[in-house]
Structures are given as structure tokens and as C-alpha cells.
């Protein structure tokens, strides 16, 4: 075995360049934070072949003085911490004073500085981690740190590179992240002599649409809630229009980029009732938090934080992006019809109406109370749907906001419903719609304890020996749910009561359903963690059926129920419930006006 012996500090120096600058898009973002704890307000970044030829970062910062140039490229040496108390409430992007020295160590790095003090500006040259003599400069303010060739002393490292236009397209993440989190700086990004970015110093909103563009700022809900020493604010996408690829999710602490799996299981988790499984919500947001309750130092690349009491910001979290979503929860196409039914939803008057929404075996005709003047006899019609009944009863549509959904007019194949607002045309997936309904209420009503409906005549269906011992075993959190089961012999159970508010539904299909999520969670997780997961699956049986047909009271008691419930806008199981066609809209269809 060999002696144990120090290691050289270039071997150490290109060690640590491993884990802190990985990549080009790493050392980048070292030189673009430098650059940002410097005070910067204009930063200028000139990249060629990916990064690999060439890194270039100006900015217009305090800049470095001639006697600490040598020190800012040697490791461990900063001017961001000078005592142990320090780490306990960091306030700046950087503060390990190893990102210099890491990048100086496997690639040809010149820095040049002056500071605002001084008349002149001064270079110092690091060739693979071999530290050149100070030498005078010419440069009108600030730094400018380049870095040329990186890796080209690690081929090793270096092999491991994907192509320019994949190292690119890192550096150009890198550049959004850092320039999402300052609006207040003017960035601009050039790459092997294009312009690809230039942004003026803007407010928070007018970067993110810049950024990210008009598809998600025509479709984020805003956020903004405080609480104590927390605030969170920004943007996030309505759920109708998540993608598939996580290609815009942001998350800034004190304005640094972070991906921490509390704060991703908080989003995630307020997304969870309102997202298409196969849909990724995206969003941008700033979390601000007192420096003393957040650990920044956890690792090297510093974009992992722990939080002194995470189950607090978790839930701070997780409630304000619910209630930004739910504030939108039926948020259509159009921006401001969107803000019109978020403003309507919190004043509506209470319901004079069943909580039920009854359903009847009767045609629903289109109730308008227009003769039209066809052909076609109207006693032939009479004789295919019965008499022709009155027009609505009330104001006839009238065009207001306490009723953004507006009015029924009539049922399409039994599946949708078709009503006016004042934009024009409202499209409504009924059962989509009711199975929210039902699932809130559900989920308000299992906090007290679900009202229970017997049955004259008991439900009886052949169940397996697996079914019978669930619901011999589980038959205090069947009560709970709101179910009476009883087996009536070896392959027989009888279902004698069911949730009020499911009264209508398929009692059957649905003790099957629930049957079956006990078993496979198990009745201690039904009523807790896999509660919601239950309860959207007794909504989805309770809920009105496709081809079913409605009455025009029935369809509008529906349209104010979805008016008076959260996150309306979509079903459990993250689909939308409505769409709105403007007159605009179909104007265009019908060529009106060209």
C-alpha cells in the first residue's frame, strides 16, 4: 500500500472543478452570480461552441481591487463570508469561494477588472490552473471574466461533453434561470456572434413573458399570499393548459434557482386534483424567506436548501397555489372572461335548491320561446318530442356577471350542455362538471362524516372471499364513508346504504370501486393518505352518466353549481369541464364580416 501524501493544489483544484463546474452551463452560472453579488446592472454574455470555446461575462458590477485579483482565483478565498455566524443567514448567491479556482483549473481563464475606485484596470491569466503576474488592462468598469477551451487539460472530463448545440442549449437554461430571478438586470446572451437575447432591466412580469412566452402568459393564474416570515408570488399555468414536458418550472428562493423536494411535492401535491396524469404543470415563483430559517450550503452547486421548519413552508406552499387555482378553477380561454367568473364564483348568492341534482328520464328540448319559422309542420315534431313548453322562466339570458356560465339552452347527445353567457357560447361536459362538484363536496362532507341514505331494497351482487373479508374487516370505514355492506353468504354481499349525496349513482358499481380501493391501500390509508384518490372515485361513480338526459332547470342548477365550487374548471381527473366559444370565435367559423 502507498504512503498517504497530500495532494498538489491544481489536482485538488480540478477535484472540486468536478463537482462544481460539471459542465459549461456550470461555470456560467458561477460567473453570472459573481457577477450579480457584485452589484451588476448590466451583464453582457458571449458564448461560442456551447460554452467549450468560449465563456465571456461582462458586467458593469463594483469590480475587483488589484491587490485581491490574485486572491479571487484562489480557493476558498471570498468576500461574501468572514465568520462561522455567517452561514446561518447567507444573502448572497455565492459564498464557498471555490468557483473561480475551479473553472481556472481545467481551462485558460483571463480576469479583468477595475474597480469604481480606481483609474486603472488590471488582468490576471490562470492556463490550466498556473496563476500568471498582475498586469495593467484597459476596461471602462467592472469584469469581464474569460474562459477559453474549458476541459482541455481533463480530456477525460471532456469526452463526456455532448455536442455544441446540446451544451448550448444547458448555458441557455442556465441564462433563463438567472435572468427570471432578476428582472432588475439587463442581460444579453450572444452565441458564436448572434444575438439571442437582449432584455432591459423590466419588472417581474414583463421578464416572465419575455422568457417564457405568450403561451404561458396567456394561461398563468397569479400568485400572491403571505403569511408571517413567508411570500410567495408569480405565476403559475391553469391546469387546462399544462403540458407534457416540465420544460418551464421555476422556483426561486431569495432569488436563487433551487429545485428542493419539499417545494416540488407542495406544487405537485396542489396540482394533484386539478392535472391530467399525463400533464406537467409549470410555473415561476419566488419564495422569500428570512436567510436564518433556510440552509443554503447543503451542496456545491448550491441549488439544493433545506428549511428550518419544512412542514411549515410546505403547507404555506401547497395552500397558496391551491387557492391561486381554485380562484381560476373555471378559467376560460379568454383572460378576461377568466377573471370575470373568479370575481363571480366568491359573491354568488346561496342556491334555493336541492344539493342533488336530480335526474329524470324527460327529452330536454331547446327552450327558447323563438318560433321558428320552418316548414316542416310543427305538429309532426310534437308528435316525435311532445309539446313544445314555454320559454325560461326569469330574465331571458340575461347578460351580466353574476351568472358567467349564463344560461342552458339545450343537451347535445346527452353528454353536453350547451348554454349562452354574455361572450357567446358555452360548451359543458356534464359529467366532467358534476364529478367536481361531487368530489368537493364529498371531500367538505368526510371531514364530518359522510350522511348516510338507506335503501328500501338492498343491493345484492356476487362478490370474491377477498370482497366479503374486506367488507367484514372494514366495516367501520365503510361507515365512515357513508356505506352500510353485510355479506348474505359465502359469495354474496348486500349494500344497505350509501352516501346521501350518491344516492343516484350505480350503488353496485360504485361498493365495487370502493371494495377495491380498500384492498389495495388498506382501510388505515383510505381515510388518510389515500383519501382524496377514494373520494374522486365515489365522485366518478356518482356522477351524472353520459346520455342521460337533463331538463333546461336541471342543466342550470348544474351551471350554478359549478359557479359556487373550486377548481370547476376541471374533473378529478384533470380534464377540462368547459370551453368558451366566443361570438368572435364563431364570427370566424361562419366568415361574418369578410
Not at 472540486?16 to 459542465?23: H, L, M, N, Q, Y
Request: contains cysteine.
Amino acid at each position: 500500500m502507498q504512503a498517504i501524501r497530500p495532494l498538489p493544489d491544481h489536482l485538488i483544484n480540478q477535484i472540486a472543478a468536478g463537482e462544481v463546474v460539471d459542465r459549461p452551463a456550470a461555470a456560467l452560472k458561477e460567473l453570472l452570480e459573481n457577477s450579480l453579488d457584485a452589484g451588476a446592472t448590466e451583464i453582457d454574455i458571449d458564448l461560442a461552441g456551447g460554452g467549450v470555446k468560449l465563456i465571456r461575462v461582462a458586467d458593469n458590477g463594483e469590480g475587483i481591487e488589484r491587490e485581491d485579483l490574485q486572491l479571487a482565483v484562489a480557493r476558498h478565498a471570498t468576500s461574501k463570508i468572514a465568520v462561522p455566524r455567517d452561514l446561518e443567514a447567507i444573502a448572497t448567491l455565492g459564498f464557498r469561494g471555490e468557483a473561480l479556482a475551479s473553472i481556472a483549473a481545467v481551462s485558460r481563464l483571463t480576469l479583468t477588472s477595475r474597480s469604481r475606485q480606481k483609474a486603472h484596470a488590471w488582468r490576471i491569466e490562470v492556463d490550466g490552473g498556473e496563476v500568471g503576474v498582475l498586469q495593467p488592462a484597459a476596461l471602462a468598469g467592472g469584469t469581464t471574466v474569460t474562459v477559453l477551451e474549458i476541459y482541455f487539460n481533463t480530456p477525460a472530463r471532456r469526452k463526456f461533453l455532448r455536442t455544441d448545440a446540446t451544451e448550448y442549449g444547458h448555458c441557455e437554461e442556465t441564462f433563463r434561470r438567472i435572468a427570471l430571478s432578476h428582472p432588475d438586470v439587463a442581460f444579453t446572451l450572444q452565441h458564436n456572434g448572434t444575438v439571442r437575447h437582449r432584455l432591459l432591466a423590466q419588472g417581474r412580469r414583463a421578464r416572465t413573458d419575455a422568457l417564457l412566452g405568450d403561451a404561458f402568459a396567456g394561461h398563468a393564474a397569479q400568485v400572491d399570499e403571505q403569511a408571517s416570515e413567508l411570500e410567495l408570488s408569480g405565476w403559475a399555468v391553469r391546469p387546462a393548459y399544462a403540458t407534457a414536458t416540465r420544460d418551464a418550472q421555476y422556483v426561486f428562493v431569495n432569488g436563487r434557482f433551487v429545485r428542493d423536494r419539499v417545494l416540488t411535492h407542495a406544487l405537485r401535491e396542489a396540482y394533484r386534483d386539478v392535472l391530467h396524469h399525463d400533464r406537467q404543470p409549470a410555473y415561476a415563483l419566488w419564495l422569500s424567506i428570512d436567510p436564518r430559517l433556510v440552509d443554503v450550503n447543503v451542496h456545491p452547486t448550491k441549488t439544493e436548501v433545506r428549511f428550518r421548519d419544512s412542514g411549515a413552508v410546505h403547507q404555506f406552499v401547497r395552500r397558496s397555489m391551491e387557492q391561486a387555482l381554485a380562484d381560476t378553477a373555471s378559467a376560460q380561454p379568454a383572460v378576461s372572461a377568466a377573471e370575470r367568473l373568479g370575481v363571480a364564483a366568491a359573491r354568488l348568492p346561496p342556491i334555493p335548491m336541492s344539493s342533488e341534482i336530480r335526474l329524470t328520464s324527460s327529452v330536454a328540448p331547446l327552450q327558447t320561446g323563438i318560433a321558428l319559422n320552418a316548414g316542416e309542420p310543427a305538429a309532426f315534431y310534437a308528435r316525435l318530442f311532445g309539446a313544445r313548453p314555454g320559454p325560461i322562466a326569469g330574465p331571458d339570458l340575461p347578460n351580466d356577471d353574476t351568472h358567467p356560465l349564463g344560461f342552458a339552452l339545450a343537451q347535445l347527445h346527452g353528454i353536453y350542455v350547451l348554454a349562452q353567457n354574455r361572450d357567446g357560447l358555452v360548451l359543458i361536459d356534464m359529467h366532467a362538471a358534476h364529478e367536481r362538484i361531487l368530489y368537493e363536496r364529498l371531500k367538505a362532507a368526510l371531514d364530518r362524516s359522510l350522511p348516510m341514505q338507506p335503501l328500501l331494497v338492498p343491493a345484492t351482487f356476487s362478490a370474491d372471499p377477498l370482497d366479503i373479508a374486506t367488507a367484514d374487516e372494514s366495516a367501520a370505514t365503510l361507515a365512515n364513508l357513508g356505506f352500510t355492506v353485510s355479506s348474505l353468504g359465502p359469495s354474496t354481499l348486500a349494500v344497505r346504504a350509501v352516501p346521501a349525496m350518491l344516492a343516484d349513482a350505480d350503488t353496485v358499481a360504485l361498493a365495487r370501486a370502493v371494495l377495491a380501493d380498500i384492498r389495495e391501500y388498506g382501510a388505515s390509508h383510505v381515510l388518510t393518505a389515500q383519501r382524496d384518490q377514494l373520494l374522486s372515485t365515489m365522485a366518478c361513480h356518482g356522477a351524472v352518466r353520459a346520455h342521460r338526459s337533463l331538463t333546461v332547470p336541471e342543466m342550470n342548477a348544474l351551471l350554478r353549481e359549478m359557479e359556487a365550487t373550486e377548481r370547476a374548471g376541471q374533473c378529478n381527473h384533470g380534464r377540462p369541464t368547459w370551453y368558451q366559444l366566443t361570438l368572435t370565435d364563431l364570427d370566424r367559423l361562419f366568415m361574418r364580416g369578410r
